[in-house]
């Protein structure tokens, strides 16, 4: 059977299909994905859309989409390519200083520089130091876009400790571009149809998108395509590519998986540290929902919702705080560098009050920056042996020395659970890792702690499950054991 000849023109960003209306139909299905959540839409219901999201439009896909599908519609059509790409200027210098596989990220970036591609890397394997090394080779302009304003400092010193040359920033009111740039996507957003802004836009060869799969929105999206750099890499430890939803968004944005280097492998080589997943499998008494009505912030909220049952379960369930304060306790008793992960505030103020006794620093989105960088800094250095952190610990930590990790967010996601676990996987000569995480059963979160469990099989550590006994001691004895 001869196949249906097809002419694409692929530029830099997009693909385009100089085909007719029919057999543009016939393409768009490879493009598309479900919307989660549609059939609650009134007009799915109404039959006005058929819950799909079309990535496909007006005769055009994203450069990274079409390269992702080629051979899917190889499958069907000749095609019959034009190929109007242009690559960003490189220079070939040494490494300095850069472990093997930030190299090879490195090449591999290089070579796919004509649209760009997704670095999946693990946490703790310096994904910035690989942007640093790729940015030291270009000879035009780039930015870099840090997740969040608390991370743009982080990320501007750890890049130009790389570079030796000063990186600009864009963000916290600053409009100071230099040939690298870091900047919020929240400000590029802001101000990107500012004159200032798209005379900066239009200098841009590459683009490096941290914690991309935080950035899989339609702003997002809309930025890059004003910028229309030659290249946008996109940085993360974790993305669910086998949910089409976040797939193909990711794909359009960047384009596709160009290298990978799981934890699995780092701890292999010798660059990740290793260790144990203790899930202490906690068995609420307070049991089912929470009674009543709940006031949460001079706001009555139902029982069985879910800011109720979390107060009620988790920040306010004083069986629950026992566990984890004797695990902290015990865990600083045997010299042990300890961070508690919560996911709200209110829970934060609570652990803070029961170990005040305790030199810490409970670190929140309310803490400045700064406050929150020194922390760090102490931590490494030794003299601060614990720190309570809601979310905002989730991304953008550097602090070697953490080897016990007690997770009591009771939250699920395969994302979250992944990342929590990477906080304490940077490499230290003789450090184990431990990593506990309080899984709750017979309340509400049963079903969360399953899921993190679930996730964290794929570091591939060790594993125990020790029923909570008001122990902390007997715990300890048999994560040492299961260390050795």
């Not at 385009?16 to 016939?26: D, G, I, K, T």
């Not at 090394?133 to 501007?156: P, V």
């Not at 990186?167 to 996507?185: D, H, L, M, Y």
């Not at 239009?202 to 750099?229: F, G, M, Y």
Request: aromatic share 8%.
């Amino acid at each position: 059977m001869h196949k249906i000849p097809l002419r694409i023109q692929i530029y830099n960003r997009w693909t385009l299909f100089q085909c007719s209306p029919e057999v543009q139909q016939e393409v768009k299905p490879l493009f598309a994905f479900q919307v989660p959540g549609a059939e609650f839409s009134q007009r799915f219901r109404d039959g006005e859309w058929d819950g799909y999201k079309n990535m496909f439009s007006r005769g055009r896909v994203a450069t990274g989409l079409f390269l992702e599908q080629r051979a899917e519609l190889e499958k069907v059509y000749r095609l019959r390519v034009q190929d109007f790409r242009v690559a960003p200027v490189f220079r070939t210098i040494p490494f300095k200083d850069s472990r093997p596989y930030q190299q090879r990220a490195v090449e591999t970036m290089v070579a796919a520089s004509t649209t760009g591609g997704l670095i999946l890397s693990a946490t703790g394997s310096g994904k910035t130091r690989i942007a640093g090394d790729l940015f030291q080779r270009l000879e035009g302009c780039a930015c870099f876009i840090a997740d969040e304003l608390a991370l743009l400092e982080q990320s501007r010193i750890a890049i130009e400790k790389v570079l030796n040359e000063t990186v600009g920033v864009v963000g916290r009111s600053e409009f100071k571009p230099k040939r690298i740039t870091v900047a919020t996507i929240q400000t590029l957003a802001k101000h990107c149809n500012k004159h200032t802004f798209k005379k900066w836009f239009s200098s841009l060869n590459v683009l490096i998108i941290d914690e991309i799969h935080t950035a899989l929105n339609r702003r997002n999206i809309d930025v890059v395509s004003q910028i229309r750099p030659q290249a946008v890499f996109g940085l993360t430890a974790t993305l669910e590519m086998q949910k089409p939803h976040i797939h193909m968004p990711a794909v359009a944005l960047a384009g596709p998986v160009i290298f990978e280097y799981p934890i699995q492998e780092g701890v292999k080589e010798g660059f990740l540290s290793e260790g144990v997943i203790c899930r202490v499998l906690f068995h609420d008494p307070l049991k089912g929902k929470s009674p009543g009505y709940q006031n949460i912030d001079n706001i009555w909220i139902k029982a069985g919702g879910p800011e109720a049952d979390y107060r009620y379960h988790i920040a306010l369930n004083k069986s629950r705080n026992d566990c984890i304060e004797a695990l902290v306790r015990e865990g600083l008793k045997r010299g042990r560098k300890v961070v508690v992960l919560v996911e709200r505030k209110n829970h934060l103020a609570v652990l803070s009050k029961r170990l005040q006794d305790i030199k810490h620093k409970a670190l929140s989105g309310d803490v400045p920056t700064p406050i929150r960088m020194q922390a760090m800094k102490d931590m490494d250095a030794g003299i601060l042996p614990l720190i309570l952190a809601s979310v905002v610990f989730r991304k953008g930590v550097d602090v070697s020395r953490i080897d016990l990790i007690v997770d009591a967010t009771g939250s699920p996601g395969r994302n979250s659970a992944l990342q929590r676990y990477g906080r304490g996987a940077r490499k230290v000569e003789g450090k184990m890792l431990w990593y506990v995480d309080i899984s709750d059963r017979g309340s509400t979160f049963e079903g969360a702690a399953k899921a993190r469990a679930f996730a964290l099989t794929e570091i591939g550590a060790k594993a125990l499950e020790v029923t909570w006994n008001n122990n902390a001691e007997k715990i300890f004895n048999q994560l040492e054991r299961e260390a050795k």
